[in-house]
């Protein structure tokens, strides 16, 4: 299970999430974002306008990482719905 209040601080919007964007297509809604400083994050796109940065790691752990996360995509999507929703219905 996720809890919401791990990943609080960690949900971008996707234009700030976009600044460095390495890869979006490869494996739908998961996503990774280079840094100056040689950091890599993986975040899991809750919706259009959403990122929910999940992991920072080096260039050497790319592909155990997003295999880990890739697994758990569908599971953190429908855990943050409601938060994803409710953050929309204040705005709107």
């Known amino acids: 299970m996720y809890h919401a209040k791990n990943f609080a601080v960690s949900v971008m919007s996707m234009d700030e999430f976009k600044v460095g964007l390495l890869e979006a297509h490869r494996t739908p809604s998961l996503l990774l974002k280079a840094e100056e400083n040689g950091a890599i994050y993986i975040g899991i796109q809750l919706n259009e306008d959403q990122v929910l940065k999940v992991d920072t790691i080096t260039v050497d752990k790319v592909v155990e990482r997003t295999a880990y996360w ?10 943050y719905k409601p938060v994803v929703e409710a953050e929309l219905q204040e705005v709107g």
Do not use: V
């Open 70 to 79: 890739r697994d758990k995509i569908e599971g953190i999507q429908e855990h």
